[in-house]
């Protein structure tokens, strides 16, 4: 297509009215012209229409003619471009092979990482009209997000002019013959909101949530129905034990339903069983607990934005009575259409991934484009003949460009393929390594190619079939047509000084990833070998219920393998603790993290007392008025004076406790965040309050499999979760563990194409110089001399790039310090490995094409002119 | 199907006529092109005249020749059209090949 024609076909296509209003205009001009002359002979004024229109042919035929003219032009010289490539392919097939091939490598995991995307944060969930599905939460002044009590979603219900429907949504997790087992207590309009029947039996309905307690119903979910209950095909009816309470199945989602949250559910029950199935305050009591999730249906006439301030407007009227603390300044409307929500945070967090992923493709791309431009410079002379001959240059471009489009076309399709096999390794890697605990809760969703999977595939080829192929099309047009002619092609041709420079830019980006690599690699190995302050051997750590918690510890003090059994209202690794205000007389106050602990907490860890003593039996009471200080916290309060028998005053709620110890540091939240700051523990008792830790004799997976079966026979529905603290170790560390392993693999695909770089350039280098060489070798120049001039080409190109990256590492480190808190950003080992792996791959890739240049024979390069 | 065809094989001929009739520098409306073709080809390629119309708009989109509007000697508003540099380079590729074609072809009547 010319540039002229072009412009033409767009003027045709968006002035439409005009260019045929100037088709009529120049027709008509013609037949008035005729006209005139045939007046001018003689003819009667009649006579001289007619004759006009007879000379000129019918108007509308040529006027359609015309027309066709504006589409048929590009479309006969872009099928001639076809045509010449296909057919210049036919003669190249390991070309086109190995620059497919490559794109496919690049253009594979980035397919693989938006497939799991798409199946994740794109496909919307299958039920009816996800897109007008929103979660409602209203907001206070400190930004606390809040959820809704019973009457809160019983006034909402009566709003018709926002939702047209709304369902009451209340987590359970508890456990089920030594499983995590997950469900939803909905009110009764939930299926039908949704759209969502059965495979087997019926849905919940809303008068299943007439009364409370009446009718224990229950909804399995598909994965669930098959997995625990064997997919028996009279599960309908059969009774199951939920929290020790039976409960009758009356029907299964369909496979594609797992529920509207991140996490997948096993099971959907009425709200009205609440008071059955979960712990704490009852939801209908005097207590009324903000516990509810709000999801509603938007009605089609309504904005997101107008409905948030009708929404707010309704909070602000819920909560006029309330404290000023707890009044509603904000309402929040959170799409649902998708089982992970597209938000900017979600981007942020996988920004490096993506990034580090398109590197990958971008590195393919210099290769391929390195590639192009070697067979361009093969081609000069048929270039600068064509070129000669008249063709424009802007066709020629065209005509590479042709060629790069449509060698994206099998590198889309091969990437498609090692995008399924990459997903599929990459599930495999991950059942194989996750820790044990942690695979119950995975969410395996459905990872169809669909249409968004596919637009994005030829997208992303297209894109790089521009990055590959663009440069090369113009340089490669930018030959001297004489020179070419003559069958010249010297070393100083502009392409090889573009071909170093794709290269360096090469060299620079493998660098810089195998650097970030490196810094994640060594950062995961610090986490695993970190010292947490405490041990975690022989642990297993319980939620449990209130109301099952005397059964529990009936049970477990008469074990025989139990040594002894201590209570924390945060299990050390399980996340982050509650934070109050503690203040000295006069001194600094501070933020502590709080962890309610018995005394045995410290013996069963093994965390060292620094000073003073634990907590005695007597003082087994949150409300006891002592508390033992981390060394850290101790240390930010008293700043050197001895704490022991110091008071310190506690905010919200305000009381004044007395240091009867401290102990050292330890990490309680996350590994990854390091020894928390500052901790203060209050006395607790295992019989009264908080999650069990138990010291177990023996093995502890064994000990934790028993006492689970143990429990539920004992104590049914007591616990609600049972995991080893090996385990919480081992699940804290995994994620890095995942971004290391896809790290190395990501660096090593960077270090591969590279390598292939690199050697494909030298290679060229070597063939472009045969002569020289073939010279210098005939005037007396030793092997080991040949060898040292090919492989100071590659290592001059290597270090150009190598000092770039460096400089990038440091400039991407610098970023990224703000954003990590543990992640050792400047890291000289990382530094030290990333350069020196490229440094020795571009030897490698050096070494054989100097070994075929120091093989060059004098003899045979002199004559081959 | 019939009409397309005949316009093909006369296509070549037309573009270069065109080109030719424009290489005098002369801005050219269509009527005056047409004219022009009947007086020189001696009213052989009389015949037809709205053929030319096609020919134009293709040349126009290769970029051989280009048109703007201007105002006529009885004037009127009408659609001249001017040789473009490419359009100089193509109608001496296509004179060369017509004089080879012309040659070779009269060297074969010769012979027989």
Redesign the interface.
């Known amino acids: 297509m ?4 072009l412009r ?2 767009l003027r045709a296509l968006f002035l439409r009215a005009r260019v045929e209003q ?1 088709l009529d ?3 008509e ?2 037949l ?3 006209r ?1 002359k045939h007046l001018a002979a003689g003819h009667s004024e009649e006579d001289a229409i007619r004759l006009a229109r007879l ?5 509308s ?2 006027k359609e ?2 027309r ?3 589409g048929i ?1 590009a479309l006969e010289t872009g099928m001639q471009d076809i045509r010449y490539a296909l057919r210049s392919f036919n003669r190249n097939r390991n070309f086109v092979l190995a620059v497919s091939g490559t794109i496919a490598l690049g253009l594979g995991l980035n397919l693989a990482l938006f497939t799991l995307f798409n199946a994740y944060v794109l496909r919307p969930l299958s039920i009816r009209d996800p897109y007008g599905l929103y979660a409602f939460t209203w907001s206070d002044s400190t930004g606390q997000e809040h959820a809704f009590t019973w009457d809160e979603y019983r006034e909402l219900l009566k709003q018709k002019s926002i939702f047209s429907d709304v369902a009451a949504v209340q987590g359970v997790y508890t456990r089920v013959e030594g499983h995590a087992f997950r469900g939803d207590l909905v009110s009764g309009n939930y299926f039908q909101m949704l759209g969502v029947g059965t495979t087997l039996g019926r849905p919940l309905l809303p008068k299943d949530s007439d009364a409370p307690g009446r009718e224990p119903f229950i909804v399995l979910s598909y994965d669930a129905w098959q997995s625990r209950f064997g997919g028996r095909l009279d599960i309908v009816g059969a009774k199951i034990m939920i929290r020790g309470f039976p409960m009758e199945v009356v029907g299964v989602t369909p496979r594609e339903f797992q529920g509207l949250g991140e996490s997948p559910r096993d099971f959907w029950s009425p709200l009205s069983m609440a008071h059955r199935l979960q712990d704490g305050p009852d939801l209908f009591g005097a207590e009324h607990p903000e516990s509810l999730e709000i999801i509603g249906r938007l009605r089609t006439e309504r904005s997101v934005s107008a409905a948030e301030a009708l929404l707010l407007a309704w909070s602000k009227q819920m909560t006029a009575q309330s404290t000023p603390e707890h009044k509603a300044t904000g309402a929040l409307l959170r799409s649902r259409a998708t089982s992970i929500p597209l938000t900017p945070e979600l981007l942020a967090v996988f920004s490096p991934l993506i990034a580090a992923f398109a590197l990958v493709l971008v590195l393919a791309c210099t290769n391929v484009a390195s590639m192009m431009l070697a067979r361009a410079t093969a081609r000069q002379r048929e270039i600068g003949i064509r070129l000669s001959l ?1 063709a ?1 240059r802007g066709r020629l471009i065209r005509q590479l460009l042709t060629e790069s489009v449509l060698l994206s076309i099998p590198a889309a399709i091969l990437g498609l393929i090692i995008s399924r096999l990459t997903i599929d390794a990459a599930l495999w890697t991950v059942f194989a390594t996750i820790p044990k605990d942690m695979l119950e809760l995975a969410h395996d969703v459905a990872r169809p190619v669909d249409w968004r999977v596919l637009g994005f595939m030829f997208f992303a080829a297209l894109i790089s079939a521009l990055l590959f192929g663009l440069a090369p099309a113009i340089q490669a047009t930018r030959v001297s047509v004489i020179s070419s002619v003559r069958g010249e092609s010297t070393s100083d041709v502009r392409p090889s000084r573009v071909r170093n420079g794709l290269v360096i830019a090469q060299v620079a980006l493998c660098t810089l990833l195998l650097i970030a690599c490196g810094a994640l690699v060594r950062t995961t190995m610090a986490m695993t070998t970190f010292d947490i302050g405490f041990h975690t051997d022989h642990i297993i750590a319980m939620e449990v219920t209130d109301s099952g918690r005397r059964r529990v510890m009936d049970a477990l003090s008469t074990d025989p393998e139990v040594d002894a059994i201590a209570s924390a209202s945060s299990v050390p690794l399980g996340g982050r603790l509650p934070v109050v205000s503690a203040s000295t007389g006069g001194g600094p106050t501070i933020d502590v993290a709080r962890n309610e602990v018995s005394s045995q907490y410290f013996d069963i860890l093994r965390v060292p007392l620094l000073k003073g003593r634990g907590f005695s039996i007597e003082e087994a009471s949150p409300e006891a008025p002592v508390a033992i200080l981390s060394a850290g916290a101790a240390a930010r309060l008293f700043a050197g004076r001895d704490p022991l028998a110091q008071t310190i005053r506690l905010e919200a709620p305000e009381r004044v406790v007395r240091i009867v110890g401290v102990a050292s540091d330890i990490v309680t939240c996350c590994i990854a965040y390091g020894k928390d700051a500052a901790v203060l523990y209050s006395p607790a008792s295992p019989s009264k309050t908080g999650n069990l830790l138990v010291h177990v004799r023996g093995e502890v997976e064994t000990e934790r499999h028993r006492l689970d079966t143990l429990l539920a026979a004992l104590a049914p529905g007591a616990i609600n979760d049972i995991h080893s603290l090996d385990q919480y170790r081992a699940v804290g560390i995994y994620a890095f563990q995942v971004a290391s392993m896809i790290g190395m693999a990501v660096g090593g695909l960077a270090l591969f194409l590279t390598l292939s770089g690199i050697y494909g350039v030298v290679s060229f280098f070597v063939t472009q110089r045969t002569k020289e060489i073939g010279i210098r070798v005939a005037l007396g120049a030793t092997t080991l001399m040949v060898t040292t001039l090919v492989l100071r080409q590659a290592l001059r190109l290597a270090s150009i790039g190598i000092s770039a990256g460096v400089l990038l590492g440091i400039g991407v480190a610098r970023v990224l310090a703000s954003q990590m808190i543990f992640l050792r950003v400047f890291d000289g080992a990382a530094f030290a490995a990333g350069v020196l792996l490229v440094l020795s791959t571009a030897l490698a890739a050096g070494y054989v094409p100097s070994r075929r240049a120091a093989e060059i024979d004098p003899i045979n390069t002199l004559r081959y002119d | 199907m019939h ?1 397309v065809s005949r ?1 093909d094989l006369l296509q070549g001929t037309l573009d270069l006529l065109i080109l030719r009739i424009l290489q005098s520098g002369h801005a050219l ?3 005056a092109i ?1 004219e022009r073709i009947r007086q020189i080809s001696g009213n052989v390629l ?6 030319l ?2 020919a134009l ?2 040349l ?4 051989w020749i280009k048109a703007e ?1 201007g105002v ?1 000697e ?1 004037g ?4 001249f059209y001017r040789l473009t540099s ?1 359009g100089r ?2 109608l001496q ?1 296509e004179a060369d090949n017509w004089a080879r074609l012309a040659t070779a072809i009269g060297k074969v009547l010769e012979m027989a």
């Open positions: 010319t540039l002229t024609d033409l076909r100037e205009d120049e027709v001009f013609h008035a012209m005729a005139h000379d000129f042919g019918r108007v035929s040529v003619d015309c066709s003219v504006r032009i008249g424009a | 009409r316009l409306h269509g009527w047409s009389q015949a037809n005249q709205g053929s119309y096609p708009h293709r126009e989109h290769q970029g509007w006529s009885l009127r508003r009408a659609r490419s380079k193509q590729q």
